[in-house]
Nanobody
Framework: QVRLAESGGGLVQPGGSLRLSCAAS????????MAWYRQAPGDQRELVAT???????TYASSVKGRFTISRDNGEKTVHLQMNSLKPEDTGVYFC?????????????????WGQGTQVTVSS
């Protein structure tokens, strides 16, 4: 069983900052990538940022230059530093893990999701 524990969401004024964290635990053999997605009310879930096993990162054009994804030395915790927040950044932010994990008695590549953390940018 893989568990993703997200934290750091909240209410912030436009121009403010928040830092989201996601800690993965369980029978994880290797991580391909971790990512943050977000979903605004009435919208589809969209990719915000990814970080691969080699440390390479990608960002949605809407957040490039404002958000930074990083991971800790143990590589099972990923962070999303969000600066210069805008009202359109409001939504539920989900952590995603793409990894080889134990499933039953075998290991296989699977995608796991966190429960999500609410980010609200409003004055």
């Amino acid at each position: 069983q893989v568990r993703l524990a997200e934290s750091g969401g909240g209410l912030v004024q436009p121009g403010g900052s928040l830092r989201l964290s996601c800690a993965a635990s369980g029978s994880i053999r290797s991580i391909n990538h971790m990512a943050w997605y977000r979903q605004a009310p009435g919208d589809q879930r969209e990719l915000v940022a990814t970080i691969s096993s080699d440390g390479s990162t990608t960002y949605a054009s809407s957040v490039k230059g404002r958000f930074t994804i990083s991971r800790d030395n143990g590589e099972k915790t990923v962070h999303l530093q969000m600066n210069s927040l805008k009202p359109e950044d409001t939504g539920v932010y989900f952590c995603e893990l793409d990894a080889v994990v134990k499933y039953g008695i075998n290991y296989s590549r699977r995608t796991s999701w966190g429960q999500g953390t609410q980010v609200t940018v409003s004055s």
